[in-house]
């Protein structure tokens, strides 16, 4: 995906990458992905092995929730997503490694449980982030591995800026500012290494 690319996206509709992603825009020249009218798009996600290897930097995400709940019914029990995968998140990183995450904004996230989710995944690199005001969780990271936030700024989530569970992680060089519950949670066997970070409010 080239620089300066705009993608406009309808109410819940989504993007799902099943193959490796090289998205490279510039700091003048953003990748943007934003509502095309008042209504919030739905997730863009890295879904699988064939991911692998994926770069994205110099992208701004503008306007997600998640993928609607009614739209799939399973043994009486609404999901968010595609068959038995949950999308619960803006972006979604699932089942896959070797992620690079450079330059990226996340803004009006709405609706569903996180900005940025990361499930089932190992060797991650985030470095310059910036969340501002999430609906629930900034970054919600299950079940992952080597996961390296680096010069991640988070201001006011209305649940956690950061929440682990069973995963490692190291946040370095970080702000996590005006969160309503947590600036960090680290449960269910997760391990955590903090580094010349400020956590505030």
């Known amino acids: 995906i080239e620089a300066g690319t705009l993608f406009n996206l309808h109410k819940e509709k989504s993007l799902i990458f099943k193959g490796k992603v090289t998205a490279i825009g510039k700091k003048n020249s953003p990748i943007i992905f934003q509502k095309i009218s008042d209504d919030n798009w739905g ?8 991911t692998s290897g994926s770069n994205l930097d110099n992208i701004i995400f503008d306007g997600g929730t998640g993928l609607d709940r009614k739209n799939i019914l399973i043994k009486d029990e609404f999901y968010y997503g ?24 996340i803004k009006n996230h709405l609706k569903y449980d ?5 499930i089932y995944s190992k060797n991650l690199i985030l470095e310059n982030f910036k969340i501002n005001y999430a609906f629930g969780d900034a970054i919600d990271i299950d079940m992952s591995q080597k996961i390296l936030l680096r010069n991640v700024n988070i201001e006011g989530s209305k649940n956690d800026a950061v929440d682990l569970m069973e995963s490692s992680v190291i946040l370095e060089k ?8 947590k600036a960090i949670s680290v449960g269910e066997n997760s391990f955590l290494k903090v580094k010349d970070s400020n956590l505030i409010n």
């Open 114 to 118: 996180d900005a940025l989710h990361i």
């Open 174 to 181: 970080s702000s996590l500012s005006g969160s309503k519950d």
């Open 43 to 50: 997730t863009i996600a890295l879904q699988g092995i064939n």
């Open 82 to 105: 595609v068959g038995n995968i949950k999308y619960t998140s803006s972006v979604s990183v699932h089942n896959t490694s070797n992620i690079k995450l450079r330059n990226i904004t």
